[in-house]
Every structure is written in C-alpha cells, then in structure tokens.
C-alpha cells in the first residue's frame, strides 16, 4: 500500500500564494508519477499537475504561470506552489498516485485526504 498525506492548506486572500505538500509513503517501488488534483463544491475533480520520478513534469492550462510543482526525493514529497491565487481556485486539493505518466483522475492507484484551499476575494 501507498500512503498519500497532503499538508499546507488554508484560507488566503486573493493573490497570495499557498505551498501544498504531499507526504508519500509506503511501497513506492511501483509509483512512478505523484498528482495534485482540485474539486471545487458542485464541480466535478479535475487535474491540476503532475511530476514523474525523472522530474518530468505537467500543469494544467488553467493555473499554468501560477503553479509549479516539485519533488523532493530525499523526503519523498511533490509539492505545489501556488501562486497569484484566485478565488476560482478555491477546492480541495488531493494529492495522488500512479504508476503510469497520466491526467486521468482514473488510472490514479493512491489518492489522499485532501486539503482545503480557500481563495477570499
């Protein structure tokens, strides 16, 4: 089993910035690539980013310029840095794992608990 914890969510005013991270853990040996994923109240969750174990990495059109993500392997984390945040962007996050290089929310193994970020106008 994988164990996802993500940390570092909150309430911040619109342009600021939050830094999400996700502790991973357990048998990785399979995992290949870590996700963050978004679900705002009544919309459907979709992806935000994702980094390979090579550091190859991808983000979503809608927060691209604004976010970023990283690993590091040492501790094995990804984290996300969120910058010029906007209201809009205001969901839970979820951090998740997978053994193939993908967006699709399905072929993610190990998902977490999610965080709670909210952007105040």
């Known amino acids: 089993q994988v164990q996802l914890v993500e940390s570092g969510g909150g309430l911040v005013k619109a342009g600021g910035s939050l830094r999400l991270s996700c502790a991973v853990s357990?048998?990785?040996?399979?995992?290949?690539?870590t996700g963050w994923f978004r679900q705002a109240p009544g919309k459907e969750r979709e992806f935000v980013a994702y980094i390979t174990r090579s550091s190859l990495g991808s983000i979503a059109q809608s927060v691209v310029g604004r976010f970023t993500i990283s690993r590091d392997n040492a501790k094995n984390t990804v984290s996300l840095q969120m910058n010029s945040l906007k209201p809009e962007d205001t969901a839970v996050y979820y951090c998740?794992?997978?053994?193939?290089?993908?967006?699709?929310?399905?072929?993610?193994?190990?998902w977490g608990q999610g965080t709670q970020v909210t952007v105040s106008s």
């Open positions: 998740a794992a997978a053994q193939g290089v993908t967006t699709r929310m399905r072929e993610y193994d190990y």
């Open positions: 357990g048998r990785t040996s399979n995992i290949y690539t």
